[in-house]
């Protein structure tokens, strides 16, 4: 369901991380972020 705020546009949908990308295209997210996947796990210090 979208939201009728005056002068406001929203334009991108984002959620979704490395593991859960695939639920958050299918529910309509334009935006994700999926950065474990493409470098891997981070470095501890």
Do not use: C, H, W
């Amino acid at each position: 369901t979208a939201l009728n705020i005056p002068n406001v546009e929203m334009r991108y949908l984002s959620m979704g991380m490395s593991d859960s990308y695939k639920i958050a295209i299918e529910e309509g997210a334009n935006l994700i972020r999926i950065g474990t996947k493409i470098f891997g796990p981070r470095q501890k210090r």
